[in-house]
């Protein structure tokens, strides 16, 4: 069966710090990966998906990048941070209509 | 604005009592989906819709999906304390093919 991981489960960063949050997806190959954000108690926001090794796809300007060195791995970053980054990072996994997700990435910045 | 949007944003009702959360958008979407997302917690999905006038059930969970597939209804009958919780719908665009956008969510809140 399939599992995805993100680590870590929460994350205080102070602004002006690097970021990375990381997914792995277990059990599939050439899944198709997301990077949400969600505010508290909100719908999601699209912020990066892959369909492929190297093939980043970014839906909103905004202070993150995201990278795929390998085929199960989703790489969430940023150079500094923000205040405005706080929130909640969903990773999620899809092959076809339906999306699987992650565990989430508590992040606060001070 | 949202693409989907979802009615209503709060619910909070007495065990037993039965309740509909809508999802509506002007655009017509492959498939649509319904998920559950606990606080602390990623979504966890319930159903996927993908044929116009569609009705699936779960349990006292109904999902319909519209004809013209912009919208859709999750019903919930004798709601019970552990049908607490935020209820997300997504859609998966005709014309954005793997690109799925969320409604703003319902937070579901059933007294015992």
């Known amino acids: 069966s399939q599992t995805i991981h993100q680590w870590p489960a929460t994350l205080v960063q102070p602004v002006g710090s690097p970021l990375s949050l990381e997914c792995t997806v277990e059990g599939t190959s050439n899944p198709n990966l997301y990077w949400y954000r969600q505010a508290a108690g909100r719908g999601l926001q699209l912020l990066f998906y892959?369909?492929?090794?190297?093939?980043i796809s970014s839906e909103v300007p905004q202070n993150l990048s995201a990278s795929r060195p390998q085929d199960r791995q989703f790489i969430l970053s940023s150079k500094k941070l923000l205040l405005s980054d706080s929130g909640f990072y969903l990773c999620?996994?899809?092959?076809?209509?339906?999306?699987?997700f992650g565990p989430g990435t508590r992040l606060t910045v001070l | 604005t949202q693409l989907l949007e979802q009615s209503p944003q709060f619910l909070s009702i007495q065990e037993g009592e039965n309740l509909t959360v809508y999802c509506n958008s002007s655009?017509?979407?492959?498939?649509l989906q319904w998920y559950r997302q606990e606080p602390g917690e990623g979504p966890v999905l319930l159903v996927t819709v993908v044929t116009g006038g569609e009705v699936k059930k779960l349990k006292r969970l109904t999902f319909q999906f519209g004809d013209a597939r912009k919208d859709s209804s999750l019903h919930i009958t004798a709601a019970q304390p552990g049908d607490t919780g935020l209820y997300l719908c997504a859609g998966e665009q005709v014309s954005n093919f793997n690109k799925f956008y969320f409604g703003s969510g319902t937070k579901l809140n059933v007294k015992p």
């Open positions: 892959s369909v492929g090794i190297g093939q």
């Open positions: 655009s017509v979407f492959s498939s």
């Open positions: 999620a996994w899809s092959q076809g209509v339906e999306q699987f």
